[in-house]
């Protein structure tokens, strides 16, 4: 894991996403966290709409699942989740969002 993480307080979203960029490099884990946060909203909506308020204690688990198995498997990294738990959360709806608008792609810029 980079050395700036242990060192360095992060204040804002967008000084922190550059950082959460840099440890989402390899390309299957970038698809692992699309993958899971797609599949988190969608959940999200349908119990929503239906009423079946349990699914969303799936949520969690589809969202962190996902994502981990990118960390831990191909990045080979801890997640930032464990210390910047809000930056993350919203870091990982930001590169959703980003890849689906073309603004990032599966495959990191570099």
């Known amino acids: 894991m980079a050395g700036t993480s242990e060192t ?3 204040r804002s979203l967008k000084e922190f ?3 959460y960029l840099s ?3 390899h390309t299957t884990s ?3 966290h699309f993958m899971g946060t797609g599949l988190l909203l969608i959940v999200a ?3 929503v709409s239906t009423g079946k ?9 589809i969202g962190y699942g996902f994502a981990w198995v990118g960390h831990f498997f191909f990045e080979r990294n801890k997640p930032a ?3 910047y738990p809000f930056y993350s959360l919203a870091s990982d709806f930001k590169l959703f969002f ?9 495959k990191s810029r570099k």
Do not use: C, M
């Open 8 to 10: 360095k307080r992060y």
């Open 17 to 19: 996403y550059p950082y």
């Open 23 to 25: 440890e989402h490099q």
């Open 30 to 32: 970038r698809v692992l």
């Open 45 to 47: 909506i349908v119990a």
């Open 53 to 61: 308020f349990s699914w969303l204690l799936a949520v969690p688990v």
């Open 81 to 83: 989740t464990f210390k």
């Open 98 to 106: 980003d890849i689906l608008r073309g603004n990032e792609g599966f």
